[in-house]
């Protein structure tokens, strides 16, 4: 039985497209994308915590503390999906 890889692979050399070079990403730049990967679920984490620790309080305000922690989310994934996509270009 192949894997989804091994198919994939044999889509490709059909519709005769060069196969992805494994060696095309450096050492150097992989532990740049973990190091931006890692900045970023860190970062991530943080705000869950924080977010968490609101929900606990019974704030009040709490639609817009939610409406808060969404947007500090989103903005951290949009500076982890920038910084990654510069370091791959």
Avoid: C
């Avoid at 192949?2 to 889509?11: F, N």
């Avoid at 991530?44 to 817009?64: G, H, N, R, W």
Wanted: without cysteine.
């Amino acid at each position: 039985m192949k894997s989804a890889w091994e198919r994939a692979l044999e889509k490709l050399d059909d519709a005769g497209i060069d196969r992805p070079d494994h060696e095309s990403i450096s050492d150097e730049l992989r532990a740049q994308l973990e190091t931006v990967r890692s900045r970023a679920d860190a970062q991530l984490a943080e705000l869950e915590i924080m977010f968490k620790k609101t929900q606990v309080t019974t704030d009040p305000a709490y639609q817009q503390l939610e409406a808060n922690y969404q947007r500090d989310r989103q903005r951290v994934e949009s500076k982890r999906d920038r910084d990654l996509a510069k370091l791959r270009s």
